[in-house]
């Protein structure tokens, strides 16, 4: 069993920057495929960037070249850097988790694992 725990969240203006984090414990491994969604009110939850665990990162396309997601695999912490924050980028984001070979799961919006979100709101 997989628990994963979002922080950093906050209110900013336009062109802020905010450093979501994600903290996994549990049977969590160093190659899981890690990423991010998020969800605007009213809204389906869209996919924002995906860590395949082996070194290669994709990104959905309102979110290329401003968001950047990391990780630190001492720490079990994966990290979504948010850069030229927009008033469309408010919604609660969540970190998701599966096992490298489901790693398309993690696209799809199918994860196994899921964390509970953090809000983000730009003004």
């Known amino acids: 069993h997989v628990q994963l725990v979002e922080s950093g969240g906050g209110s900013v203006q336009a062109g802020g920057s905010l450093r979501l984090s994600c903290a996994a414990s549990?049977?969590?491994?160093?190659?899981?495929?890690m990423g991010w969604f998020r969800q605007a009110p009213g809204k389906e939850r869209d996919w924002v960037a995906t860590d395949n665990g082996v070194g290669t990162t994709y990104y959905g396309d309102s979110v290329k070249g401003r968001f950047a997601i990391s990780r630190d695999n001492a720490k079990n912490t994966v990290y979504l850097q948010t850069n030229s924050l927009k008033p469309e980028d408010t919604g609660m984001y969540y970190c998701a988790a599966d096992v490298r070979s489901s790693c398309r799961k993690v696209v799809e919006g199918t994860p196994h694992w899921w964390g509970q979100g953090t809000q983000v709101t730009v003004s």
């Open positions: 549990g049977s969590i491994q160093r190659t899981n495929c």
